[in-house]
């Protein structure tokens, strides 16, 4: 089982910044992909961004640019920076880890408003 612990979300006006932090609970070791996704209200969760232990970060169309994922291994902690954020950003975004034997377990999510 892998614990993950959310932070950073609220409330933020459009062209505004956030970062959110999800630390991991399982050692790094047993931790392949670490990432990001979020659902809006009536929608799919759909990815935002994701960082596996090896190979390239992968992000969505819609955040190309404007978001940054990053991985501190030391720490098991996965980050979101999220500049220039629109208002179609808002959403719950939730933490994702996959490990080596392809389990997956999410974060109870963070609410993500950006107002116009």
């Known amino acids: 089982q892998v614990q993950l612990v959310e932070s950073g979300g609220g409330l933020v006006q459009a062209g505004g910044s956030l970062r959110l932090s999800c630390a991991a609970s399982r050692s790094r070791f047993s931790i392949n992909v670490m990432g990001w996704y979020r659902q809006a209200p009536g929608k799919q969760r759909d990815m935002v961004a994701t960082?596996?232990?090896?190979?390239?970060?992968n992000y969505a169309d819609s955040v190309k640019g404007r978001f940054t994922i990053s991985r501190d291994n030391a720490k098991n902690t996965v980050y979101l920076q999220m500049n220039s954020l629109k208002p179609d950003d808002t959403a719950v975004y939730y933490c994702y880890v996959r490990d080596l034997m392809g389990y997956e377990f999410w974060g109870q999510g963070t609410q993500v408003t950006v107002s116009s």
């Open positions: 960082v596996p232990t090896i190979g390239r970060t």
